[in-house]
C-alpha cells in the first residue's frame, strides 16, 4: 500500500512539472484546492494505464523495441500520456495534452521527474 502511494505521488509530482514545463499540456481549474484534487486523480488514471495497458503495448511492440534499441519507449511513453488525456476528458477532468510532439515530450520529462522522485522517496520496502 505504501508503495502505491508513492508511486503515486511521484506521478503527481512528474506530472506537474510537465504541465509546469510545456505548454501544451494544461491543468486547469478554479482554485488551487481543484487543481490539486484533479492533478492526484490524473496521477492514479496515468498509474492505472501504465499498470494495465502499458505491458500489453510493450509486448505487441517488442520487436520494435529490439529494432530501435529501446527508442520506442517514448513513444510509447508519449501514448500512455495521450490515452490518459483521453480518459482524463472522458471523465470531465480539467487536464489536457495536445499532440503527439507535446506528449513525447511530456512523457519524457515524466518519465525523468518520475524515475528521479522514486530514487528519492522511501518506497515502503522497509
Known sequence: MMNFLVKTIANAG????????????????????????????????????????????????????????GLITLVVNALMLLLTSWFAGVLDLDFHVEGFWTAVLGGLIVSIVSWALNVVLPDGRD
Open 14 to 69: 512528474a506530472l506537474a512539472v510537465a504541465i509546469w514545463l510545456v505548454q501544451d499540456i494544461t491543468l486547469t481549474g478554479d482554485s488551487t484546492a481543484k487543481k490539486t484534487v484533479t492533478l492526484i486523480i490524473v496521477a492514479l488514471l496515468f498509474g492505472l494505464v501504465n499498470f494495465f495497458v502499458k505491458p500489453i503495448v510493450k509486448l505487441l511492440t517488442l520487436p520494435l523495441f529490439i529494432l530501435t534499441l
